[in-house]
């Protein structure tokens, strides 16, 4: 599991000691990510299966993609589609994908990367795996959050950042036993790159065998901790945890997560993706590639997309692998 790593966590900014008045968010819900598939075919465990709107908000849906290993001629993508009223965020963590939209905005993106698209008013895109990698196949593996946008940021015009995974600002825990890349936010002072409308937190989270992390976290914020490898326990209460769980906090103001000293031979740490944001607190109307606040929008958002009105697929487009 490549993404961005370092030979010496040592030298990195170090997490403070927290402190024995800390309030730690004990766990609200345990709920295991069902298997399915996406696009034209490729594997997904869906994260937020079983979780109420409510302590996901502000955030709508996630697919772990992967992890697989490809043969030649196996690697698939999504086709060209639409989206509004929300932002995707795909988060490359080992093999290679492209990305093209309807306004110009793409690229291509590998181990820790991600493609940030703020769907807004609306737009056409497309995610593929390029040629050469469907010709030899290879690792995927991966993660792609939506992330709601509030009522007055629905229509605004959309927007696309591409953040390399070296510009994640990198940390590690008091004892060393940690690598935090944070992606957007703000954890203990040290803020990622992501721009973000609606205030999130998105770190990647690599703990060692036998190791504990205190990670202070926003008290306005929800906490949502996604197990990507590995196994071990989380909250206060220790509730053990392994691959392809979420769990949902409670209140308070810091997120206690170990690592089992034991792991599988294959796996050689534990891997989290955390995540947490300021809750929107507004009606929410979600289907398909859309996310509004009423039924009557998310009609309008289908009659727009029938009529051309969320953009058209560009000349010299991504082609479409079937």
């Given at each position: 599991?490549?993404a961005?790593?370092?030979?010496?966590v040592?030298?990195?900014?170090r997490?403070?000691?927290l402190?024995?008045?800390?309030?730690?968010?004990?766990?609200?819900?345990l709920?295991?990510?069902?298997?399915?598939?996406?696009?034209?075919?490729?594997?997904?465990?869906r994260?937020?299966?079983?979780v109420p709107?409510?302590?996901?908000d502000?955030?709508?849906?996630?697919?772990q993609?992967?992890?697989?290993?490809?043969?030649?001629?196996?690697p698939?993508?999504?086709?060209?589609h639409?989206?509004?009223?929300f932002?995707t965020?795909?988060?490359?963590?080992?093999g290679?994908?492209?990305h093209?939209?309807s306004?110009g905005g793409?690229?291509?993106?590998t181990?820790?990367?991600?493609?940030?698209?703020t769907?807004?008013?609306g737009?056409?895109?497309i995610e593929?795996?390029?040629?050469?990698?469907?010709t030899?196949?290879?690792?995927?593996?991966?993660?792609q959050?939506w992330?709601?946008?509030?009522?007055a940021?629905?229509?605004?015009?959309?927007?696309?950042?591409?953040?390399?995974?070296?510009?994640?600002?990198?940390?590690?825990?008091?004892d060393?036993?940690s690598?935090?890349?944070i992606?957007?936010?703000?954890?203990?002072?040290?803020?990622g790159?992501?721009s973000?409308?609606t205030p999130?937190?998105?770190a990647?989270?690599?703990?060692?065998?036998g190791?504990?992390?205190?990670?202070p976290?926003?008290?306005d914020?929800n906490?949502?901790?996604?197990v990507?490898a590995?196994?071990g326990?989380?909250?206060v209460?220790?509730?053990p945890?392994?691959?392809?769980?979420?769990?949902a906090h409670?209140a308070g103001?810091?997120?206690r997560v170990?690592?089992d000293p034991?792991?599988?031979s294959?796996i050689?740490?534990?891997?989290?993706?955390?995540?947490g944001?300021?809750?929107?607190?507004?009606?929410v109307a979600?289907?398909?590639?859309?996310?509004?606040?009423?039924?009557?929008?998310?009609?309008?958002a289908?009659?727009d997309f029938?009529?051309?009105?969320?953009?058209?697929?560009?000349?010299?487009?991504?082609p479409h692998?079937?």
């Amino acid at each position: 599991m490549p993404a961005i790593t370092v030979d010496d966590v040592l030298v990195l900014p170090r997490l403070p000691q927290l402190g024995e008045g800390t309030d730690f968010r004990s766990v609200r819900r345990l709920t295991t990510a069902p298997s399915g598939y996406e696009g034209e075919g490729f594997p997904v465990r869906r994260a937020f299966a079983g979780v109420p709107m409510n302590e996901l908000d502000p955030f709508i849906h996630l697919d772990q993609m992967g992890e697989v290993d490809y043969a030649p001629g196996e690697p698939k993508g999504t086709p060209w589609h639409p989206h509004r009223g929300f932002e995707t965020v795909t988060y490359m963590i080992d093999g290679i994908m492209d990305h093209q939209d309807s306004l110009g905005g793409g690229g291509t993106i590998t181990n820790g990367d991600t493609q940030w698209m703020t769907a807004g008013q609306g737009i056409l895109h497309i995610e593929a795996p390029p040629e050469h990698l469907v010709t030899s196949g290879g690792l995927f593996h991966g993660l792609q959050l939506w992330v709601n946008l509030p009522r007055a940021a629905k229509m605004i015009t959309p927007k696309y950042q591409d953040i390399r995974g070296r510009e994640s600002a990198l940390l590690t825990s008091p004892d060393g036993g940690s690598l935090i890349r944070i992606i957007a936010g703000e954890v203990a002072g040290h803020a990622g790159p992501g721009s973000t409308f609606t205030p999130i937190n998105l770190a990647h989270v690599t703990l060692q065998p036998g190791a504990r992390l205190d990670l202070p976290w926003q008290p306005d914020y929800n906490a949502l901790v996604y197990v990507l490898a590995g196994r071990g326990t989380v909250g206060v209460e220790r509730r053990p945890i392994q691959m392809g769980q979420l769990a949902a906090h409670g209140a308070g103001d810091a997120i206690r997560v170990e690592a089992d000293p034991a792991q599988d031979s294959n796996i050689p740490a534990m891997e989290l993706f955390v995540m947490g944001g300021r809750p929107i607190r507004e009606p929410v109307a979600h289907y398909g590639p859309f996310v509004m606040n009423t039924r009557e929008e998310l009609a309008q958002a289908f009659e727009d997309f029938k009529k051309g009105r969320l953009g058209v697929v560009p000349a010299g487009r991504l082609p479409h692998t079937d």
